[in-house]
């Protein structure tokens, strides 16, 4: 999609295209800049949420963001930072008529992505974004227009990626325990305290007998026996040896 490493222009029409395709009211306003002013806010209630730039600063406004995420400046930031500032600074632009969260959340996630911030495409910053509409207009327009002070902001879009980190090791980690639940050659049956010790293993990459005697409470020997049985259904092995031994996933 980009060019190398760079985020284009081609890039933020081609993913405003894609996320409004077949959604828009008025199918030519699909992945170009508005030609018309437009305001946020809830039609239901007539509140305004935010007041975008004119229609006719659009391209500038758009030309300079592209040149800024592409910059030394940009780079040296911490990926997640960058990636918030981004999604701000292109709200706060509001180059399209409408679609503008889906497609700042989308840019979002591939800066994040372009800067090695990768979780095996399955990150999506979308339900955290979606949770709470209010509050997430509330912190936009939280931000002083003449300080552009956005520490309240990236607070809140950190935590978001925060929360879809945690959203994505838990579907790893149930996906991972469903994928052990069944073998090639028919069902491997594990008990829950069997599984829950699998699930350990996902999340710390090993396990030593010492750790499952402490966790589940039980002794050595117990812990052992349960070890055993998963080392007999070919689900993990034992590495090293004497006090050093630990057990990994096969």
Known sequence: MTDGKKVTEKDILKIHKMVTRDTLENPSDCGVYRNR?????????????????????????????ITWLNSAEAQAFDPIIEAGIAHYEFVRIHPFVDGNGRTARVLATLILYLRGFDAKQFFCLDDYYDSD????????????????????????????VKVSIAAVKESVVRLSSERLRKAKKGQIALTERQMKIVERIIRDKKITIGDIAKEFEISRQAALKEMNKLVELKV???KGKGRGAYYELV
């Open 37 to 65: 002013y437009v305001i946020v806010g809830n039609r239901l209630t007539e509140e305004v949420f935010f007041r975008p730039p004119s229609n006719e600063d659009v391209p500038k406004l758009m030309k300079a963001l």
């Open 133 to 160: 509409r209010r509050a997430y207009y509330r912190v936009l327009q939280g931000v002083d227009q003449k300080t552009l002070d956005l520490t309240k902001w990236l607070e809140y879009s950190v935590e978001g």
């Open 236 to 238: 993990v092995k034992l």
